[in-house]
């Protein structure tokens, strides 16, 4: 499958972040659904059924942690789609917190493009 085909869901609360992530992953020419905060990123996953989710771990309302708990207990037909959170929070004992998640990936903001691309290879 080609980059065209597949479709990323990117749930980021910082309106200048989710542009800039955006543009980048539009321009790679990948399909891209915005989310605003975990509520409209759990819609999005229900009604778009995304192959890849983007998401922020820090968010006011539903949290990216809180979001990925959810998929992994109530919505368990969709948690095989990767997830990759992105970050701020640099305390490796954040990651630790969700490592029983099993996230994808786990991405320090500023988010490093190229590392991103490669994680999205893989996945």
Wanted: aromatic fraction near 6%; hydrophobic fraction near 40%; proline fraction near 5%.
């Amino acid at each position: 499958m080609g980059k065209k085909g597949i479709k990323i869901l990117l749930i980021e609360d910082e309106a200048a972040v989710r542009e800039l992530l955006m543009d980048e992953l539009s321009s790679q020419g990948y399909s891209v659904v915005e989310a605003a905060n975990g509520e409209e990123g759990l819609k999005n996953i229900l009604s778009e059924r995304p192959d890849l989710i983007l998401c922020d771990r820090a968010m006011p309302g539903m949290s990216g942690y809180d979001l990925l708990e959810r998929i992994r207990t109530t919505y368990t037909e969709y948690s095989k789609i990767p997830f990759i959170f992105l970050t701020a929070l640099t305390d490796p004992r954040d990651k630790a917190a969700v490592e029983h998640l099993n996230p994808s990936a786990y991405l320090e903001k500023p988010v490093d493009f190229n590392l991103l691309e490669e994680k999205i290879k893989v996945l």
